[in-house]
């Protein structure tokens, strides 16, 4: 598999391989963690989700890792499969009266046949 | 079960003029928002809504207005549109403050 990180948009991967896509949130109040995945003319959709009590959270295919030591999401996808080329949004929710979701920037995830 | 569903899908509208989206949600979500996606861009919080009657500023709200008159309905209104104004906008309930959102499909803006 290959990783990247917010700052680099598009990650390419071949079919079958694993995927992770990295995502450093800036917010160390923040304790709700989502993410979100895009297909083209859609709306985000919702993948997975995990909260600041726990450090990993499994999923059909997916699975989302929580560091809140240096505050770094990341979403595993195994074997990844054409469906899965979209582009991909970490979220995160602070604590607090009136907190809402915030977005980082996302990465464009691209399955090679 | 239609979730969250907002009209129109596209729209082109002149400088100046003005419009109102539509958003609607089936779900009995106390929380409603607005967010706007620029290309290649993130989504921005433009207005959100903790139930009806309720309504707040989001992180980019000019040129923008909201009400929720129902726990169903939370339309968006551009008053004057402006070319800034051209991006996709994206309807989104929640149960709660911390709970995954609920997406509309979109409706795609360009203002000229």
């Known amino acids: 598999g290959e990783s990247v990180g917010l700052h680099l948009p598009t990650l390419s991967v071949q079919e079958g391989d694993n995927s992770i896509i990295n995502c450093a949130y800036s917010?160390?109040?923040?304790?709700?963690f989502i993410w979100y995945k895009q297909e083209s003319g859609k709306g985000p959709q919702f993948i997975i989700d995990?909260?600041?009590?726990?450090d990993k959270r499994q999923g059909q295919r997916v699975t989302v890792l929580l560091n809140k030591t240096v505050k770094h999401l990341s979403l595993q996808i195994a074997a990844t499969q054409p469906g899965d080329s979209a582009v991909y949004f970490c979220?995160?929710?602070?604590?607090?009266?009136?907190?809402?979701?915030?977005f980082g920037k996302g990465i464009t995830l691209s399955v090679r046949p | 079960n239609a979730g969250v569903t907002q009209t129109p899908k596209f729209r082109i509208l002149k400088i100046g003029q003005s419009m109102t989206l539509q958003c609607t949600q089936d779900?009995?979500?106390?929380?409603m928002y607005w967010y706007r996606q620029d290309p290649g861009m993130g989504l921005k919080l433009i207005y959100y809504?903790?139930?009806?009657?309720?309504?707040d500023k989001g992180e980019v709200p000019n040129g923008y207005n909201v009400s929720r008159s129902t726990t169903e309905d939370f339309p968006l209104r551009l008053e004057l549109a402006a070319p800034s104004q051209t991006s996709v906008y994206f309807c989104?309930?929640?149960?709660?403050?911390?709970?995954?959102?609920?997406f509309g499909s979109g409706t795609r803006l360009t203002v000229v």
């Open positions: 989104a309930s929640s149960y709660s403050q911390a709970s995954g959102y609920t």
């Open positions: 917010n160390s109040a923040s304790d709700y």
């Open positions: 995990i909260r600041s009590n726990m």
């Open positions: 979220a995160e929710i602070p604590t607090g009266a009136n907190s809402k979701l915030t």
């Open positions: 779900m009995n979500h106390n929380y």
């Open positions: 809504s903790v139930g009806a009657g309720i309504t």
